[in-house]
């Protein structure tokens, strides 16, 4: 039985494009069907911790993201006012010439991903996605939504947590479950003050910075919500700032000077899902946040989904039967997966405690952080 030697990725966020550019590194041709009719990337920005780097190192991507990113090597933990009590030391895992994690921009992400796609050769489909898969032997017949057909040996869904190709496989198997948690985002100048992630505890929230390049930081804060309503998008601004109503200190009151326009305010109740296992069936696969959608408490949910693209392109161009090495990858990530999701989860439902000590919170995140450190 053949291997994978033509491969169709739905999807062309950070899990799709990643995977379409390790498959193409190995050699395998790759299409990418996104489903936007056009580039139009959301959001502010990302944190991609040690093993990312690793990850992205391998399929020679470090050196880019790290170029339009700001680099550090720990986390700071302080309290409402801004003293700092403890610091998380982030390890080097590609050695002394790269930081220990970095913060970079979702667009200039992007940015990266398509450039080094593009330059590969990957054929990228806008406005497309798929809607419908026929399994036939060793190939998968796809037919796309603009009524284009074509075969491919092996099928991956990129595409979300609302996945149209985990939906189509599998039906909906698993409802989201919602944290009952809010995440508010937003990007402004750099700090001086913002050398590295900051974290804030507060008595009922937690804030925290990040910077992620020379000139720009982002600001997030986690709230507890009882539903996940929309708010009223013209008094966003001022619904962030009734947040940060808890915290002083230099570092968020500089904050508090740049939240002034309601459009450049993101957010987003959270979610967390893990698709048991198989995350397949025959030629047909998902990955990323379609097999497990995480909250950001860990700064990891793009990392383990970069990490998912790496090791599948390598077990594809390995070779064998296309169904074995799904289940086989499956085997492989779905430990390190649950891991990130149930603890990203474990740390939420600590905010929503305030009898929790932070102490707990931090010993949490370096116990994990360390796990995270260990091989792919």
Not at 266 to 275: I, N, Q, S, W
Request: hydrophobic share 45%.
């Amino acid at each position: 039985m053949a291997g994978a030697r033509r491969v169709l990725v739905v999807g062309g966020g950070i899990a799709g494009l990643t995977l379409a550019v390790a498959l193409r590194r190995h050699g395998i041709d790759v299409d990418v069907a996104e489903i936007q009719p056009r580039w139009n990337v959301l959001g502010v920005g990302i944190s991609l911790t040690g093993p990312t780097l690793r990850a992205l190192k391998s399929i020679d991507l470090i050196d880019p993201c790290v170029a339009v990113s700001f680099g550090f090597d720990r986390i700071i933990f302080a309290d409402a006012t801004g003293r700092e009590f403890d610091a998380l030391r982030l390890p080097r895992l590609c050695g002394p010439d790269y930081p220990a994690t970095v913060a970079i921009g979702r667009p200039a992400l992007h940015d990266v991903l398509i450039r080094a796609a593009e330059r590969l050769g990957v054929a990228v489909w806008l406005g497309t996605t798929a809607s419908k898969l026929d399994q036939a032997g060793d190939a998968v017949e796809v037919t796309f939504s603009n009524g284009s057909r074509n075969s491919y040996d092996a099928v991956i869904g990129c595409d979300g947590a609302h996945s149209r190709v985990r939906n189509l496989v599998f039906g909906d198997p698993a409802a989201r479950s919602f944290t009952g948690l809010a995440v508010w985002r937003a990007t402004m100048p750099r700090s001086p003050d913002v050398e590295c992630m900051q974290m804030f505890y507060g008595p009922h929230t937690k804030a925290g910075v990040n910077p992620h390049s020379r000139d720009e930081m982002f600001l997030f804060l986690v709230q507890p919500i009882s539903s996940g309503d929309r708010l009223p998008p013209d008094r966003m601004h001022l619904l962030l700032l009734e947040q940060l109503g808890d915290f002083s200190g230099r570092v968020l009151e500089h904050a508090r000077a740049h939240i002034t326009d309601p459009a450049k305010v993101d957010y987003r109740p959270m979610d967390a899902f893990l698709l048991p296992p198989p995350w397949h069936r025959g030629h047909v696969a998902v990955i990323g946040d379609a097999a497990h959608t995480t909250t950001p408490h860990l700064a990891t949910g793009a990392g383990i989904a970069i990490e998912d693209a790496v090791v599948l392109a390598e077990m594809l161009a390995d070779g064998g039967p296309v169904p074995n090495i799904f289940e086989r990858f499956v085997e492989r990530r779905f430990a390190r997966c649950r891991l990130v999701v149930e603890t990203a989860v474990r740390l939420g439902e600590m905010e929503k405690d305030t009898s929790i000590p932070i102490q707990a919170h931090f010993d949490l995140m370096r116990s994990t952080f360390r796990k995270l450190a260990e091989p792919i």
